[in-house]
């Protein structure tokens, strides 16, 4: 399985945000749409990610406030990416070494997407779910043992 496998079903659906963006501004997107990350973008290029973590981190140091700071302030300036044809098992291997729970698909420099822990976690289970069912059908239909069958 790979990345593109995943996008395929979950859908395409982008949320971005500008460096200069008040830092209220993306957490209240962040709340509205019920996701924990944003693409930071300038014009057509990929430039950080938000995440919840880095706003937890700035409502820590900021001591609960985040009056007057831009995306740009508190974002991951060198988020991990991936691409259309990373296989899954390597983007596992990659948020779990990273401890990254969003990974920007990059495709030919073109923002593709974003898959989650969440997404990855979804498919492994799907897949795996679908195994069991495929060898539990095959079990269920496995030819009798024909020598046993003629004593």
């Known amino acids: 399985m790979k990345v593109r496998d995943i996008l395929r079903v979950k859908?395409?659906?982008l949320f971005t945000v500008a460096p200069e963006t008040a830092l209220?501004?993306?957490?209240?997107?962040?709340?509205?749409?019920?996701?924990?990350?944003?693409?930071?973008?300038?014009?057509d290029k990929l430039?950080?990610?938000?995440?919840?973590?880095?706003?937890?981190?700035?409502?820590?140091?900021?001591?609960?406030?985040?009056?007057?700071?831009?995306?740009?302030?508190?974002?991951?300036?060198?988020?991990?990416?991936?691409?259309m044809e990373t296989e899954i098992n390597e983007v596992?291997?990659?948020m779990l070494v990273d401890h990254a729970r969003y990974?920007?698909?990059?495709?030919q420099k073109m923002l593709m997407g974003v898959i989650s822990f969440y997404d990855v976690a979804k498919s492994v289970v799907e897949a795996q779910d679908f195994e069991n069912t495929m060898l539990k059908a095959y079990?269920?239909?496995w030819p009798e043992d024909t020598e046993k069958a003629a004593n």
Do not use: W
């Open 92 to 94: 596992r291997r990659m």
């Open 11 to 13: 859908g395409s659906t």
């Open 47 to 83: 430039v950080g990610i938000l995440t919840f973590r880095e706003v937890i981190a700035a409502l820590a140091i900021h001591h609960g406030k985040l009056d007057g700071l831009q995306v740009s302030a508190v974002m991951n300036h060198k988020p991990l990416t991936c691409n």
């Open 24 to 43: 209220q501004t993306a957490v209240l997107v962040m709340s509205e749409h019920d996701i924990g990350s944003l693409v930071v973008m300038q014009y």
């Open 139 to 141: 079990i269920r239909d």
């Open 103 to 107: 990974l920007p698909v990059v495709d």
